[in-house]
């Protein structure tokens, strides 16, 4: 870990350089080495130049690389409670979930990561994910059906797809463009700023807000390398990650709009469904999760839906 005197973290992420976590782990670098005096230094790797998001996970587990930024959709085939954040239509807004992942139940699914090797350290702000799609708007559920949509490998947002009538594949986000462009999906979901910077705009023509999951990034850090950190280190890593988050939501709250006014410009349809029909479909998905961890933790997070 240490290079040139210092105590060296890398830092990897699979998204571009102007993506609003890019940006804040930037600062989350700039931090670091201000609190720490530049005895601690920080190299950051984007667009996925060491590998897939699975990948960079696995090589945070091993010790090969310190940290790296995981959608928990992603994360819950490493470690389940991270599941709760993919069942649909959990949280009421993006305050809601702010709540919920700097709180007693945010901090307990983080420190689940200790039994995987990972240490979490902090959570980004990724949105909400809508369909955008080849061939047409989605305006109901019933759009989905017979349709092929590219998904992150998460039980329940595959389960919320299946629901929907269409079929849930995963493939790699890198590889999304040409399977798009190809046909080999009719469509896939994300958040606005994604959608833009990974250019799928370009082949989807239309994107439909129905917001079904808001599940939020996770930054983690290899618990082997987090052991040999002091106190000291410890505490300035905690200190920049909490600037970082704050600096990310700000960002991204930006971003999103400015995203959409540029995916619009670009003659992409928008269109704002009403919920209630999706919320109605995946009530089955929702209500299959009682009496379990998963339903447990949301039932907790729900109950602090509008809570100051």
């Known amino acids: 870990m240490s290079a040139g005197g210092k105590d060296r973290i890398t830092l990897a992420h699979t998204l571009d350089e102007q993506h609003p976590v890019h940006l804040a782990m930037e600062r989350f670098r700039d931090t670091l080495i201000r609190l720490s005096g530049a005895t601690m230094a920080v190299e950051i790797f984007p667009n996925a130049q060491l590998g897939t998001e699975r990948e960079l996970v696995e090589l945070v587990q091993l010790g090969a690389i310190s940290m790296t930024k995981v959608s928990s959709l992603s994360l819950e085939n490493f470690a389940p409670d991270m599941g709760v954040y993919s069942l649909p239509y959990l949280f009421d807004d993006s305050e809601h979930q702010r709540r919920v992942v700097q709180s007693e ?141 704050a600096y990310q939501r700000e960002l991204w709250r930006k971003a999103s709009d400015d995203a959409l006014a540029e995916i619009e410009a670009s003659g992409v349809i928008i269109n704002r469904p009403d919920k209630a029909p999706f919320r109605a479909a995946v009530g089955p998905l929702r209500a299959s999760y009682d009496g379990t961890r998963i339903g447990d933790f949301a039932r907790r997070i729900e109950a602090m839906a509008g809570d100051a």
């Open 105 to 245: 139940i945010g901090q307990e699914i983080l420190d689940g990561l200790g039994k995987i090797l990972l240490k979490g350290i902090g959570h980004y702000d990724a949105g909400s994910r809508s369909f955008y799609m080849t061939g047409g708007p989605v305006n109901t559920p019933d759009d989905i059906r017979g349709k092929t949509v590219r998904v992150l490998p998460s039980e329940a947002l595959v389960k919320t797809i299946e629901i929907f009538g269409g079929a849930a594949t995963p493939i790699a986000f890198g590889e999304l463009y040409a399977a798009l462009q190809q046909g080999v999906v009719d469509g896939a979901e994300n958040n606005p700023p994604s959608l833009l910077s990974a250019r799928h705009h370009e082949v989807c023509k239309y994107f439909s807000l129905d917001e079904h999951v808001s599940a939020p990034d996770v930054v983690v850090m290899s618990q082997s390398i987090w052991d040999k950190l002091d106190a000291q280190q410890r505490d300035w890593v905690k200190q920049s990650m909490a600037d970082s988050e």
